[in-house]
Nanobody, 126 residues
Framework: QVQLAESGGGLVQAGGSLQLSCTASGRTFESFAMGWFRQAPGEERKFVAAISRNGATYVANPVKGRFTISRTNAKNTVYLQMNNLEPGDTAVYSC????????????????????WGRGTQVTVSS
């Protein structure tokens, strides 16, 4: 199984930017489809963005045009670039990995993934 560790969260003013990173260890990173999810207090975990093994991406509508997902296999890392942040983006952001996926697989559901990081807090002030 893969171990995932997120970093890059913090406190930012509305309109600002943050880049989250998720570094994987324990398995060959190229074999994983990756995703980002977020969970605000009192709410269910929601899909944010996903990237396939071959680099195709899918971004949820609430963040489309503001958030970008990318990966650098040589660094075992997936990134979430978040621009023009809004107070509604405040949440704990977690990355997830799916092993044994096809090269084009993109998952938008929590059940699509079998490994999770602990999450990093993002707080956007108005």
């Amino acid at each position: 199984q893969v171990q995932l560790a997120e970093s890059g969260g913090g406190l930012v003013q509305a309109g600002g930017s943050l880049q989250l990173s998720c570094t994987a260890s324990g398995r060959t990173f190229e074999s994983f489809a990756m995703g980002w999810f977020r969970q605000a207090p009192g709410e269910e975990r929601k899909f944010v963005a996903a990237i396939s093994r071959n680099g195709a991406t899918y971004v949820a509508n609430p963040v489309k045009g503001r958030f970008t997902i990318s990966r650098t296999n040589a660094k075992n890392t997936v990134y979430l670039q978040m621009n023009n942040l809004e107070p509604g983006d405040t949440a704990v952001y977690s990355c997830a990995a799916r092993d044994f996926s096809s090269i084009t697989f993109i998952g938008a559901r929590s059940m699509d993934y079998d490994s999770w990081g602990r999450g990093t807090q993002v707080t956007v002030s108005s």
